[in-house]
């Protein structure tokens, strides 16, 4: 069965400093997707991006990175120059490329605060 | 394009009444799936549905849960004699389908058995 373990509880930052959650998974399979959800005070999960496990090459959007290493099974998700706005829970899920699967295995999430 | 919506945002209610909660999901999206979160923990998969027919349920969706949609658009979950452990946040998303599709999740209701 899949897991994804997202060890850091909380962090609790400066803003403007730079920080990473990191996520790793277990799977057996060799085709699934990769998942960050932002979840904010108001309860709805954010999609913030989406990666398949033949594509590890690392994506920048804005302030954010990721780090895909197939060889640590790791999704790692840096967040550059924090603000106070990105305080929230953030959620790493893996869902397998199996037919007819789609549920989305989630991280128990990070909480993160920015402290202006 | 609105995004998923679910009504009540929050329900309180007494051990062992029923609830009944809405989802509308996306227009023109044909998956709806429900999920579950507990304080401190991710969202757990309970359910989803391909357009009216309900395609897979998870072993946590107890004799006292049932899930419908329908007519293909929005769903409703209802729980029956409520229990305190019943107690979470339950979330629908919605896709075009398929594992490589994005769900986009609703604000939740959040659900209090006293």
């Known amino acids: 069965a899949q897991k994804v373990t997202q060890a850091q509880t909380e962090i609790s930052v400066v803003e403007k400093e730079d920080v990473t959650l990191d996520c790793v998974y277990e799977?057996?399979?060799?085709?699934?997707?990769l998942f960050w959800y932002k979840q904010p005070p108001s309860g709805e999960l954010v999609f913030l991006i989406r990666?398949?496990?033949?594509?590890?090459q690392n994506e920048i959007s804005g302030r954010y990175s990721w780090n895909f290493q197939k060889s640590t099974s790791s999704f790692n998700f840096t967040i550059t120059a924090s603000q106070v706005v990105d305080s929230a829970v953030y959620f790493c899920?893996?869902?397998?490329?199996?037919?007819?699967?789609?549920?989305?295995?989630f991280g128990t999430g990070t909480r993160l605060t920015i402290i202006p | 394009d609105t995004g998923v919506s679910q009504d009540p945002r929050h329900k309180i209610t007494k051990r062992g009444q029923n609830v009944t909660f809405r989802c509308d999901p996306i227009?023109?999206?044909?998956?709806l799936y429900w999920y579950r979160q507990t304080l401190g923990q991710g969202p757990e998969f309970l359910t989803y549905?391909?357009?009216?027919?309900?395609?897979?349920k998870s072993r946590l969706l107890s004799d006292r849960f049932s899930a419908e949609r329908p007519k293909g658009s929005f769903s409703t979950l209802e729980i029956q004699r409520t229990e305190q452990g019943d107690s979470a946040m339950y979330l629908c998303?919605?896709?075009?389908?398929?594992?490589?599709?994005?769900?986009?999740f609703g604000a939740g209701t959040r659900l209090s058995v006293l």
């Open positions: 998303a919605s896709s075009t389908g398929g594992a490589k599709n994005i769900q986009y």
């Open positions: 990666r398949n496990s033949f594509d590890e």
């Open positions: 899920a893996l869902i397998l490329s199996n037919f007819g699967n789609e549920k989305l295995t």
């Open positions: 799977t057996r399979d060799t085709t699934y997707y």
């Open positions: 549905f391909q357009n009216e027919a309900q395609l897979e």
């Open positions: 227009s023109e999206h044909n998956r």
